[in-house]
């Protein structure tokens, strides 16, 4: 790459919150005359949320609408078909496009809608790996066939894209799954393929997990490339603790870099709830946290992959989660996953006990219709984050109107962690990489 890398946006800080040090609110502006400027905070609309159905519901707002499809790519079924695709000779794109979950019939219908999908691979997927607790070999795929991939991310992925991310986490007995150097030159590889012709924004991954080193190295090489537009991948790990700490000390570096906050961030996989219990209709919400943190796009949702060891008895799980039997388990499964944001309270209610449900909604079709489900809870969630942007703009106290919501009340840690911390001022050090 050189040091001509553009970014195809631009953006400046408009507003700050009073009295919520990390509510920022910035005005991105986009080279393309296609799309109009987006003020942040801005809410990502899961793309599972877009049917047939629910497809006049998007097409009547008056907003830009930015779809994404979260794609954690960790079954050796998945790595087979990706190795199929690059190494045929027709380049299959409707399996691609069913791996990635994107909608292009869909969401080419919606004008000025945008599309994107963000690939994290759980492990480095050029190198041969056997699964411990299956036995399954996850394929060996050829970075010189992995064009084809990345190719076919460029062509669907409208108005922006996401360079595809590599877990780096500790495995026992083996270490771990990428290094940072190769995980650096894996990454930049994709970019050059991306940048390629390219005419949209390019935004470069980073994971909340990692220690400071690690996050400080690949800041450093970022801003030596020029590459502002950053996405953070949170893992599937909530809003709060090891993983809202990643998310600062990546917010202090490139305070550091770029003193003018002409950075972006779109942050993604976050977890949707904080520690949700299967037995339990309520959890505190996790994802819409992000906006009082500096978060410019408020990307999707996606739960961290829990596995089970060979000797796993489902059986004894149930029963010791105090299910009677294998039906009831499955239904509150089913409940568990469909809770709706509820931005009175900021709590995630299941369908059934979900409060002031509008007459029109369905609650049936809450718990059995996913596309439904989603297309509400987004819906909510957008409407709730463009309501606070208004709040801020207008110069309303954020903090009293947050100190009403049930949640916060209920939990004062949360509100201590996210709504009622103040950031240490840092001084900006030159670097060697300052131009």
Same mark, same amino acid.
Request: with cysteine.
């Given at each position: 790459?050189?040091?001509?890398?553009?970014?195809?946006?631009?953006?400046?800080?408009?507003?700050?919150?009073?009295?919520?040090?990390?509510?920022?609110?910035?005005?991105?502006?986009?080279?393309?005359?296609?799309?109009?400027?987006?003020?942040?905070?801005?809410?990502?609309?899961?793309?599972?949320?877009?049917?047939?159905?629910?497809?006049?519901?998007?097409?009547?707002?008056?907003?830009?609408?930015?779809?994404?499809?979260?794609?954690?790519?960790?079954?050796?079924?998945? +790595?087979?078909?990706? =190795?199929?695709? =690059?190494?045929?000779?027709?380049?299959?794109? =409707?399996?691609?496009?069913?791996?990635?979950?994107?909608?292009?019939?869909?969401?080419?219908?919606? /004008?000025?809608?945008?599309?994107?999908?963000?690939?994290?691979?759980?492990?480095?997927?050029? $190198?041969?790996?056997?699964?411990?607790?299956?036995?399954?070999?996850?394929?060996?795929?050829?970075?010189?066939?992995?064009?084809?991939?990345?190719?076919?991310? +460029?062509?669907?992925?409208?108005?922006?894209?996401?360079?595809?991310?590599?877990?780096?986490?500790?495995?026992?007995?083996?270490?771990?799954?990428?290094?940072?150097?190769?995980?650096?030159?894996?990454?930049?590889?994709?970019?050059?393929?991306?940048?390629? /012709?390219?005419?949209?924004?390019?935004?470069?991954?980073?994971?909340?997990?990692?220690? $400071?080193?690690?996050?400080?190295?690949?800041?450093?090489? +970022?801003?030596?490339?020029? +590459?502002?537009?950053?996405?953070?991948?949170?893992?599937?790990?909530?809003?709060?603790?090891?993983?809202?700490?990643?998310?600062?000390?990546?917010?202090?570096?490139?305070?550091?870099?770029?003193?003018?906050?002409?950075?972006?961030?779109?942050?993604?996989?976050?977890?949707?709830?904080?520690?949700?219990?299967?037995?339990?209709?309520?959890? @505190?919400?996790? &994802?819409?946290?992000?906006?009082?943190?500096?978060?410019?796009?408020?990307?999707?949702? /996606?739960?961290?992959?829990?596995?089970?060891?060979? &000797?796993?008895?489902?059986?004894?799980?149930?029963?010791?989660?105090?299910?009677? &039997? $294998?039906?009831?388990?499955?239904?509150?499964?089913?409940?568990?996953?469909?809770?709706?944001?509820?931005?009175?309270?900021?709590?995630?209610?299941? @369908?059934?006990?979900?409060?002031?449900?509008?007459?029109?909604?369905? /609650?049936?079709?809450?718990?059995?219709?996913?596309?439904?489900?989603?297309?509400? &809870?987004?819906?909510?969630?957008?409407?709730?984050?463009?309501?606070?942007?208004?709040?801020?703009?207008?110069?309303?106290?954020?903090?009293?109107?947050?100190?009403?919501?049930?949640?916060?009340?209920?939990?004062?840690?949360?509100?201590?962690?996210?709504?009622?911390?103040?950031?240490?001022?840092?001084?900006?050090?030159?670097?060697?990489?300052?131009?």
């Amino acid at each position: 790459m050189t040091d001509d890398f553009d970014p195809h946006l631009s953006c400046e800080e408009k507003k700050k919150s009073k009295d919520v040090p990390g509510y920022i609110s910035k005005s991105i502006i986009f080279d393309s005359d296609r799309y109009s400027d987006i003020i942040t905070p801005y809410k990502i609309i899961d793309i599972q949320s877009l049917s047939r159905r629910t497809l006049s519901i998007f097409s009547n707002l008056k907003y830009n609408i930015i779809f994404e499809s979260p794609k954690y790519i960790w079954q050796p079924q998945t +790595y087979s078909a990706i =190795n199929d695709i =690059n190494e045929g000779y027709v380049n299959d794109t =409707n399996r691609f496009l069913g791996i990635l979950g994107l909608k292009p019939l869909l969401s080419d219908n919606i /004008r000025n809608s945008m599309s994107i999908g963000s690939v994290a691979f759980h492990r480095n997927p050029f $190198k041969e790996r056997i699964s411990s607790s299956s036995g399954k070999a996850y394929p060996q795929l050829n970075i010189n066939s992995f064009a084809t991939f990345l190719n076919n991310l +460029y062509a669907y992925s409208k108005g922006m894209v996401l360079v595809p991310d590599i877990n780096i986490t500790r495995i026992p007995k083996m270490g771990l799954t990428i290094e940072p150097s190769e995980y650096l030159k894996i990454i930049e590889y994709f970019t050059t393929i991306l940048s390629e /012709r390219n005419n949209k924004p390019i935004f470069v991954p980073i994971q909340t997990n990692l220690t $400071k080193k690690a996050t400080e190295e690949i800041l450093v090489f +970022y801003k030596s490339k020029r +590459y502002k537009n950053i996405w953070i991948n949170f893992s599937g790990g909530e809003v709060g603790g090891r993983h809202l700490s990643g998310f600062r000390s990546i917010l202090n570096i490139l305070d550091k870099q770029y003193p003018k906050n002409d950075y972006v961030l779109f942050c993604s996989h976050m977890q949707k709830e904080i520690s949700p219990d299967i037995r339990e209709y309520k959890a @505190p919400s996790s &994802d819409m946290l992000s906006q009082f943190i500096g978060v410019d796009f408020i990307g999707s949702t /996606r739960e961290p992959v829990k596995g089970f060891s060979a &000797d796993f008895d489902l059986d004894e799980y149930i029963k010791k989660l105090g299910f009677s &039997d $294998k039906k009831n388990y499955e239904e509150a499964r089913k409940l568990h996953r469909s809770r709706i944001f509820d931005p009175l309270s900021y709590y995630y209610f299941s @369908p059934k006990h979900y409060p002031n449900l509008p007459g029109k909604l369905n /609650r049936n079709d809450l718990i059995n219709d996913e596309n439904i489900n989603k297309s509400v &809870d987004n819906f909510i969630k957008f409407r709730e984050i463009e309501n606070v942007k208004g709040m801020v703009n207008d110069g309303k106290n954020l903090k009293n109107y947050l100190k009403n919501k049930t949640m916060f009340n209920e939990s004062k840690e949360i509100f201590n962690e996210i709504i009622d911390y103040f950031p240490k001022k840092t001084k900006r050090t030159k670097s060697l990489f300052d131009f």
